[in-house]
């Protein structure tokens, strides 16, 4: 084990403690961080290498787990780098201008929409894509009426000029909110 600064670093041989076990050991640490020093802590896990010269590749990876944590649930406190799903893909990318690009390239107008009209476009988009395309639900989990939700996705179809029934558009607008989420909680850390 290793303290630097705001960092903990511990060597784990992986094949002496299960996923189940780490997990337990990991919340009663930050369980007693939390109420003896009063710290917001949180665990990051990298996945496991045979080689020590690999060791850098599993630091990076818990630290990006930790930074995307922050667009994830904010009572959960430790994060496996591959539970992460997309994220552990985007976290690879290094350069923020092309992801800001990307963002741009396919969300750009309804964000621009919203920040002129005060609206809920990008929300009711996020939300449609999230739960598979289904207005009544996504409606649902915005408390709106369906109609006003009918309303919505007719003005986001014409402001993106694009159809929400092709896959090709549905996979290319969820990585933009992806990234769009991802890019804003590093924002956030700084």
Not at 52 to 77: G, R, V
Request: hydrophobic share 40%.
């Amino acid at each position: 084990m290793l303290w630097q600064i705001d960092t903990g670093i511990m060597l784990i041989p992986s094949e002496l403690f299960s996923r189940d076990l780490l997990s337990n050991i990991l919340t009663r640490i930050i369980d007693h961080i939390s109420s003896y020093y009063g710290i917001d802590a949180k665990a990051g896990i990298g996945s496991a290498y045979e080689y020590i010269s690999e060791l850098k590749k599993s630091f990076q990876e818990a630290l990006n787990s930790i930074k995307i944590s922050h667009s994830e649930s904010k009572s959960q406190k430790i994060f496996f780098y591959d539970n992460l799903g997309i994220y552990s893909l985007i976290a690879q990318i290094k350069n923020d201008k092309f992801l800001d690009e990307y963002v741009n390239n396919h969300i750009g107008k309804l964000i621009q929409s919203d920040v002129l009209q005060e609206g809920d476009l990008c929300k009711t988009l996020e939300a449609y894509l999230d739960h598979n395309c289904n207005a009544a639900a996504a409606a649902e989990h915005l408390f709106i009426h369906r109609n006003t939700m009918r309303y919505r996705m007719d003005k986001i179809k014409k402001i993106l000029c694009c159809e929400l029934d092709d896959l090709d558009v549905y996979l290319e607008l969820k990585m933009a909110f992806e990234i769009k989420n991802y890019r804003e909680s590093q924002k956030d850390q700084s």
